[in-house]
């Protein structure tokens, strides 16, 4: 077992709201992401995405993007990422962190060898999103039987057949996608976003969190309503872009603790 499921069961016996947080690797700079994380969950964080640098982030926004860019310039690659994972373990062994990115890297590798070095580096998951479960289900129990969960996006398409099959592949946690486009874009429907986890519930017993469009903490708080745990990236990125670098983890830290302050009142 990963440290997902026991991290969600104790928000659950606290009657909390996981907050899961996303940056890129790499940006705005190397030397940046393993204490930005630790800033993450000092905010309070409960959750971390870390994302894998890729050329063709398909379902990313254009703060995102540039993010997935600026980590390129420095040639961060995956073999990156499971560092930072390591050294971040060396301090904080509680906090479950996701990798989170495209295929391509990790067909490059070799989904056996992408499982040993995650597992290694001390990561939960994966959420791979260009892999369909159809496509999957050997990854997938691969992934769990060495103790790291493969998390799948539903989005507001997903038919009952769709969600049926995310809930026989997938595990540790389900991430509802809120909008019909990339990250970072529109306004959240939170009435919208309570029919469909409540629809995705019928099938999916593995807690939900909703991401794409939670940019403040008034629609943290209210996605908390109906979500077990909100997740925000985009909202994360801008920060970094508007904030000197010697700054940038204060203020990232600043930021998410205001989310887990409207999140720890949302009754």
Known sequence: ??????????LAAQNKTGLVTFITAGDPGPEMTVPLMHALVAGGAD??????????????????????ERALKFNIGLGDVFNYVREFRQTNQHTPVVLMGYANPIE?????????????????????????PEECEEFAAAMRANALDLIFLLAPTSTPERIAQVARVGSGFSYYVSLKGVTGAGTIDTADVA????????????????????????????VAKVADAVVIGSRIIQELENTPKDQAVEAVQSFVSGIRAALDSKS
């Open 195 to 222: 029919r469909r986890v409540a629809a995705i519930r019928e099938h999916v017993k593995l807690p939900i969190g909703v991401g794409f469009g939670i940019r403040d903490a008034a629609t943290a708080k209210a």
């Open 47 to 68: 959750v971390l995405e870390l994302g894998v640098p890729f050329s063709d982030p398909m379902a990313e926004g254009p703060v995102i993007q540039r993010a997935c």
């Open 108 to 132: 490059r590798i070799g989904p056996d060898a992408f499982i040993r070095a995650s597992k290694d580096a001390g990561a939960d998951g994966a959420i791979v999103v260009d892999y369909p």
């Open 1 to 10: 077992m990963s440290r997902i499921a026991p991290t969600f069961a104790a």
